[in-house]
Each structure stands twice: as C-alpha cells, then as structure tokens.
C-alpha cells in the first residue's frame, strides 16, 4: 500500500552498557548516517530520549535538495544557497553540501530509498528560493520518513550499531578536557529519574532542533534544544542562535497541532491570499509565492497585523489546481486536513507561520568538530554555517545525510589517535523529585515570550525585557531529575542564548528582523555571533572554519 511505511527490525538493547566505542545522541537522518559509518569502527551506541522514529527527520515533508537533474548544475545549487543565507553562508561548507550531496543521493538510493519516479527516471520539483527543479520527494510528502526508513534498514544490518531508546542524555562527561561520556536518565516504567554514566572515546550530538522553545512550532515534541544546551553548559562555542527559521505555512485551526503545510505546495502553483481573499505576495516580492520563507513570513505577518485581530490568518489557495493531483501528490497533507473537515482541493486552508528551522547550533568545523576535544556535531543540533542567515528550502536533510557522513569518518580516523582509558564505575542513583507542579507554567510563559519577542518579527526593547523576565526565572527552574525538567532547563537556557543573541545584532537578516534596525549593517554585522558560557558578550566574528578532507 502506497505510504505505509514498516519500520525494520533494529538491535534494541535491554539495558545499557558502561562503556562502548562511540556515542550517537539522536537517531535522525545526522545520527544515523553518521552511525553507519562509525560501525565500521567499533561499537556504536545510538540513544533517543523517545522512539528511534520520534525525530525531525518523520516530518520532513518537503524533499531534499540535490543538483541531479539534467537541468541543473551544482554551481547553481550553490548560489541558490548563498543567495537564500543573506550574505553570511559559508561558502565551503555550501560547496561540500552541494558536491558531495549527488554522491550521498545515489548511497540512499542503494540502499533503497524510494524517492518518487515517473517510470524510471527520478522527479524532480521546485521549492522557494530555488532556481531549478531540484527537490527529490518519497511518497509524495513524506521524504523525511522514507529516508530515515531506509537508513533504519541500513543500520541493522551492522551488528556494531545498538538502540537504546526512551533514554534521556541529560549532561556531556569529560575527562581532562576531553568529551568522554554521556550521563543519562533512563525513563523506563519503574526507573524514573535513575542517573546513569556511558563511556565512550567520542560524542556525536545529533539531537535535532530547538522549535518548543516558541509556542507555535511545526516541531515535534522531542525537540527541545538539548543538544545546543548541553554543549553550552560544557563550554563549547554556540553560534548564530539569532537565525530562527518560521515556516510560512503552518496550518491554524483551534483545536488542531501546529501540522507543517509543505512549501511544496507553492511550488505546484498554490497563492496565498489574506482575509480579504487577496493574493499578496507579488506584491511583497518578484518571486511572489515562491520568495525565500523569511520574505513569506514576515509578510504574512505583515498581512495579519492589518486585520487587527488575534484569530488573523492567511490562507493557502489550492482550488485552482487539480484534485486528484493533489491528493496523489501530497496524500499525507490532503488526509490531515480531510481530518479538519478541509478538502485542499475544494477549501483554502488557514495558514499562519510557527517556528521551523534553526540555523544556529553547536559551532563546528566542517567535520563535525566543536570548539571541545571529543566533542562532534551534525544537523540541526550543529551549525556549520552552511544555511548562514536563512536556510534554503529542502536543504536540511542534504546536510543531515552529508555532515552526518563527514562526522562519522571524522571520529573514526581520530579515534584512533585517543588512547583507550580505563572503565569508569557507573555510578548510578536515584534523584529526590522535587515538587515540579509549576513546571507546565513555567514552560508555557517561556514559549509565549519567545513567540511574543523573539518571533518573525522583533524589537529592541521588547527583547531587553524579555531578557530580565527570563533571568528572573531562573530560580523557578526545577531540579534535572527527569527527562521533563532537565527539558524546561534546556528550553530555558537555549531561549536565553536566542535572546541574547538576536538583541546583540543590531540589523535585520535573513530570518532575523528587527523593526528598530529594518537594514543590512554589512561593516559590523557580516559576521557569525558566538557566544560561550562564561562571557557575558556576543562576539561576532569572519568565517574560519576550514574543511579538512575526509
């Protein structure tokens, strides 16, 4: 049956081990192409803090993004790239992701992902900001499920790699300056809150995004920003957390989840209009529709604001196009709204922006290395600087399957550089649970504020305050005893680097806009922020991150 997607059999651990080789945090796209090649190695570790399919990587809809077709070239890849990044993309780590994506395409295909054909030949379509036809899709709208099934298959058929789910990496272990381990919280039945020690030469973190920070968001519940938290804590070097990308199109109904309608969708020919039933966005931009999304975002938000009403919303104008097209080219968007009592075909859907994508994460190299010995990164959880201020459309699982790769090669030449230590006694203990009755307050006042003052739109003062409330909350934090605390803590803090960051750049880029610096400061601000715990200070700095052959 078309879109029924079996998840194969995995090496599932029953409890886990004290020491193993190699540590993956987070069984995405990143984690698991990395995974793959580590086992080449030695034994790897995957753990997730819920399912191995909880991740991004199921509800990425829209494609992946790769110059295959015959009408496109990698150059133009390339400066789609640097076009939609607004001035501060890496230009290397652009050209590894575009080079080495064609090649990272064919090994998914190998290995039996199903991208959507006609006959024989791959099919490809256009998405915002994109010069060509180059968006590869699976089963129509379900690209991100496809790929990670068959990187699931992929993985276990190498006995190397073992899952450990419902497993809760709540802090980074070091030894003499080195990542050495992960301490864990195991939230099986009957171990809430048990604490727990994994040792390992190196640490992958590829723990996905930071979208429940902001109330509306097309994320799923897991992503809570621990990665980027956990790699502050220890001390590494985070990067352009002002760059936060809104999803135009989220699909806005009372009484339903913030479902992400795929830019796709545009690209077949969809208009916006607003509630005057008006298309706008010519008028907005020359690309119209297909703008890049900080453009469509903010002028949606633009279109709101007029109406002066909390229940604004835009609409999405499918009626013209064909029905049985649509329901055959995006089944799973045309069934969630058919739930809604919305036939895309006949309806309009309402649409407003929630919170999608973040551009920043843990600063690395383009190997997958942080500023911390040990220490990796990959996806959403790292930032190269490949997306700079604005993340072209589709790109996000091409940088999943590439720097994912790039990771795990680069552990595997370097582990073997790192003496072998002695195992370390897992020292394992039960927490008091403190009173956490205002955990669900707390966490909803964080992620109203961040959508109040750090959403599409932003504003100097506002975010100052929003800093003070922030600082004023933190004695209300709870106690890491369960994964649900050590998640508002992590909540807390990446919300905080956001803040800080984006009242630090003082202009407006990208998916970062600020009505009191509406323009461009190329002299101060063409730069990376980079902040660290323990310097109070944004720092803005040239890229240096130099790729290394792998």
Not at 74 to 86: C, E, K, M, R
Request: include cysteine; hydrophobic fraction near 40%.
């Amino acid at each position: 049956m078309r879109g029924l997607i079996l998840l194969p059999f995995l090496s599932l651990m029953k409890s886990v081990p004290q020491e193993t080789d190699f540590i993956v945090v987070g069984a995405g796209v990143a984690g698991l192409r990395a995974a793959i090649e580590l086992a080449q190695s030695g034994r790897v570790l995957v753990l997730t803090k819920q399912e191995i399919t909880e991740s991004a990587t199921q509800y990425a809809q829209g494609g992946i993004a790769v110059a295959l077709s015959d009408e496109d070239e990698i150059s133009l890849h390339i400066q789609d790239t640097l076009s939609a990044g607004d001035g501060i993309v890496n230009p290397e780590a652009a050209r590894v992701l575009v080079e080495e994506g064609p090649e990272r395409i064919q090994e998914l295909i190998s290995w039996g992902t199903q991208f959507d054909r006609e006959g024989t030949k791959l099919t490809f379509t256009r998405e915002g900001a994109h010069s060509r036809s180059r968006v590869l899709h699976a089963h129509g709208d379900s690209t991100g499920r496809e790929i990670g099934r068959a990187l699931h298959a992929k993985a276990s058929t190498l006995k190397n790699i073992s899952f450990c789910e419902f497993e809760f990496t709540a802090d980074l272990l070091f030894e003499s300056g080195r990542a050495c381990g992960v301490a864990l919280v195991d939230e099986r039945k009957g171990k809430r809150g048990e604490r727990h020690n994994v040792y390992a030469s190196a640490v992958l973190l590829a723990s996905g995004g930071i979208g429940q920070v902001y109330r509306e968001t097309t994320n799923p519940s897991v992503a809570t920003g621990d990665g980027v938290a956990m790699a502050y804590r220890a001390g590494a070097e985070i990067s352009d957390m002002e760059f936060v990308q809104f999803h135009p199109t989220a699909l806005y109904l009372k009484d339903a989840p913030r479902f992400l309608i795929s830019e796709a969708l545009r690209g077949e020919g969809a208009y916006l209009r607003n509630m005057e039933l008006t298309r706008f966005m010519p008028k907005y931009h020359e690309m119209a529709e297909l703008a890049p999304r900080d453009v469509v975002a903010r002028a949606i938000a633009h279109e709101m604001d007029l109406v002066k009403s909390p229940e604004a919303v835009v609409y999405l104008d499918l009626t013209h196009l064909k029905a049985e097209r649509l329901r055959t080219r995006f089944p799973r968007i045309y069934e969630t709204c058919l739930k809604y009592n919305i036939d895309i075909g006949i309806d309009m859907i309402p649409v407003r922006p929630a919170a999608h994508y973040a551009m920043g994460g843990v600063r690395t190299d383009l190997n997958a290395r942080s500023s911390l010995s040990g220490l990796y990164a990959a996806g959403e959880a790292a930032c190269t600087g490949v997306h700079g201020a604005n993340r072209l459309a589709s790109n996000s699982l091409l940088e999943g399957v590439v720097f994912g790769a790039r990771a795990g090669i680069t552990m595997r030449q370097e582990a073997a550089a790192v003496a072998s230590g002695a195992v370390h006694k897992n020292t394992a203990r039960e927490s008091d649970h403190p009173n956490d009755e205002h955990i669900d307050d707390l966490l909803r006042s964080i992620r109203t504020l961040m959508w109040r003052d750090a959403g599409v739109v932003r504003m100097g003062s506002h975010m100052r305050h929003a800093v003070q409330e922030l600082e004023s909350m933190k004695e209300r934090l709870p106690r890491p005893w369960c994964r649900r605390s050590c998640e508002v803590i992590n909540i807390h803090q990446v919300a905080l680097l956001i803040m800080r960051s984006a009242l630090a750049r003082e202009e407006s880029r990208g998916a970062h806009y600020r009505e009191d610096f509406p323009i461009h400061d190329d002299a101060k601000f063409k730069k990376h922020s980079v902040v660290m715990q323990g310097k109070e200070r944004i720092a803005f700095q040239e890229d240096a991150r130099a790729a290394v052959t792998v």
